[in-house]
């Protein structure tokens, strides 16, 4: 249960500040990270009989979730050619093939937090179907959460922004 309860909250993508493990109910903190199943150089895999809304239908599918740590170069935020970096754990959503009567839609939504103090890193998201592919990269660099998006429907294209990290923040808006 604590494994569960603490990965829905990171999936849900709350971003906490520095510091702010400590003042979590005893369920979210982080002794669950320190747990040896992480250490084993083996991911760890669930799937999901899931449903998904797509064309106002609900749509059934089989939605994976990964889990796994490795490490992550801090100078291009990508996984790490060799065993330097900031280890991070890797949530890895994966919702693959969900028919539909035009085509097949694939989503993949990626959250990464440090593992010694599960502060936010990234989250990466992507959408790829017969008509055109989406992603979000969303990142804390320099004390800020910074995001860049890029979507194929009319007028959207690709944009970006940022917003100071001051206060208690979420990825989603």
Known sequence: MTH???LALILLGVVLPAGAQADLPPLLQRSWADDPVWYDGQAEIALYDATRRI???DRPYTAQIMVNKERMSPDTFT??????GVEVFK????????????????????VYV???GLEPVKLDMGS?????????????????????????FPSEGLRQDK??????????D
């Open 4 to 6: 569960l309860t603490t």
């Open 55 to 57: 064309y106002g239908q």
């Open 79 to 84: 996984k790490s050619a060799t065993n330097d």
């Open 91 to 110: 949530f890895h959503t994966r919702d693959e093939d969900i028919p539909t009567a035009k085509y097949d839609y694939n989503f993949s939504t990626m």
């Open 114 to 116: 440090t593992t010694d």
């Open 128 to 152: 790829q179907e017969d008509c055109g592919a989406s992603f979000k990269l969303m990142g804390v660099w320099d004390g800020a959460l910074k995001w860049l998006q890029y979507s194929y």
């Open 163 to 172: 917003t100071e990290l001051d206060q208690p923040t979420t990825w989603l």
